[in-house]
């Protein structure tokens, strides 16, 4: 049988939609100070849309919605997710992202891009699209605004991160995902945790984005300080707590491009953030899918089709 890689899953994808095996390549680009910026290439024309995950995840999360969008497409890996590099400082926050994104779109893209990005990413999509308005056409945020909180998330994911960093096989992962009533079927487990793993060079298997190891470190941190202060609140930091920075409205408030917010009806942004939101950024497109905060794993179907109708009305 011969050894998975990372385009191993897509011709069974593509196969279940009826839809063509797309060209998928992996490109790499490196940056001033020596980190590496990865993306995923789909297609051999220039890409109409970029896209960009939230924290946790990786390029690949976008694959089912754009086998269903059949457009040339630019995925990124965030800086400290998928094959892109960690920041020896952490700081996974939008403006510090932003020209890591703005990099790629130089290099990759031949024009002004719809640019959707999903939780962290569409934070950061806000603020590349603010800082350089030459470069993005329309914003599309996906489950997300500058006011939403995060311990609002479902508690199993903060709980699922907090745990071990490293296992022995990929199969403890898979199983650890489905305890915690994550991934959905076991074959779809099997796929993100093969993802969005690594194994190491000493054979132990790790989550390739920092937000996990963040995550342990400040929950033993909270322990240690529990223990040694057990008056104190034993509430863990919460890791995604710090990428909402109040900044995020000053971004979408300087965006020139039109905006459309798509939220869940059970994902973190609340009508009443939605409302705020219409409020602030004038003109602002809100819709809503029947799912939950990763829309594009829930219903990629239903975000291609949203964000092909984005597109289409950009080249109007």
């Given at each position: ?41 789909w297609g ?121 960093t490293d ?129 594009q794993e ?19």
């Open positions: 049988m011969p050894e998975l890689d990372e385009f191993s899953f897509l011709p069974a994808q593509a196969a279940a939609l009826g839809a063509p095996v797309p060209t998928v390549s992996r490109v790499d680009l490196s940056l001033a100070d020596g980190r590496r910026l990865s993306g995923l290439r051999d024309a220039p890409p109409a849309v970029t896209l960009l995950h939230g924290a946790g995840l990786n390029a690949h999360t976008w694959d089912t919605t754009l086998l269903h969008l059949g457009l040339p497409a630019l995925a990124l890996d965030l800086p400290g997710h998928g094959d892109s590099s960690w920041r020896d400082d952490a700081a996974y926050v939008a403006r510090v992202l932003a020209p890591d994104v703005v990099s790629a779109l130089q290099t990759w893209a031949a024009g002004p891009q719809v640019l959707v990005g999903h939780s962290l990413g569409g934070l950061t999509a806000a603020a590349v699209a603010a800082s350089r308005p030459d470069l993005v056409s329309r914003l599309v945020v996906v489950d997300i605004t500058p006011g939403v909180d995060p311990s609002a998330g479902p508690a199993q994911i903060r709980a699922f991160f907090a745990g071990p296992w022995a096989t990929r199969d403890e992962l898979v199983e650890r995902a489905l305890s915690f009533g994550l991934g959905g079927s076991p074959e779809a487990a099997a796929r993100g945790v093969f993802l969005n793993s690594r194994v190491r060079e000493d054979g132990r298997v790790e989550w390739k984005h920092h937000f996990a190891h963040l995550a342990a470190a400040a929950a033993n941190a909270a322990q240690d300080d529990t223990a040694a202060h057990p008056a104190a609140d034993p509430t863990p930091p919460d890791a995604v707590r710090a990428v909402l920075a109040s900044t995020g409205w000053d971004d979408l408030a300087q965006v020139e491009a039109p905006v459309t917010l798509v939220r869940g009806e059970r994902g973190f942004v609340t009508a009443a953030d939605a409302d705020e939101l219409r409020r602030r950024v004038l003109g602002a497109d809100v819709r809503t899918l029947s799912t939950g905060h990763n829309a829930e219903d990629p179907a239903a975000l291609a089709a949203l964000v092909r109708e984005v597109v289409t009305d950009t080249a109007l």
